[in-house]
């Protein structure tokens, strides 16, 4: 025979482990990430009517959530430029592009002509010039901005 007491026990098991999970502070909502202003969207998409391309404006929340890190662009041997490879990205035909960094928030896609890669660094005969910032984090989810890949 076998006792009923275990069986017993387990409701009262259940309804603690459920009061503890809720009540655990990774499932509460967290107050480090205040959520944007109702109704603001966490870029502005102007698509420039002649090249396609667009201008980002980036608030700060969005900066924040996928926390974007930028590089400058070095000089390398006569005229061609040196980028971080983790700039670069790739679109469906296989152009490489980076997305510079002219203004505080805003962030504008840009061509690329690659000549070699090595060791991690690209070196360009055509892209953004010297000095100019370029997204080595993030870049992807500015892709996915500019074309609204999100929805």
Request: proline share 8%; glycine share 8%.
């Amino acid at each position: 025979m076998t006792s009923q007491k275990p069986q017993r026990r387990l409701p009262l098991a259940a309804a603690v482990c459920a009061a503890l999970i809720f009540t655990l502070p990774a499932c509460a909502p967290s107050s480090a990430v205040t959520p944007a202003a109702a109704g603001e969207a966490p870029a502005k998409v102007e698509k420039n009517a002649e090249t396609g391309i667009a201008k980002l404006t980036v608030t700060e929340h969005g900066l924040a959530r996928i926390d974007l890190k930028t590089e400058p662009v070095a000089a390398g041997t006569g005229t061609d430029v040196l980028l971080p490879y983790a700039s670069l990205l790739y679109d469906a035909n296989g152009k490489t592009w980076v997305y510079t960094n002219p203004a505080p928030r805003v962030f504008e896609r840009q061509a690329v002509t690659v000549t070699k890669v090595e060791a991690g660094v690209v070196t360009a005969s055509a892209g953004p010039a010297v000095g100019t910032p370029v997204v080595t984090v993030g870049a992807v989810e500015l892709f996915g901005t500019e074309f609204n890949t999100g929805k």
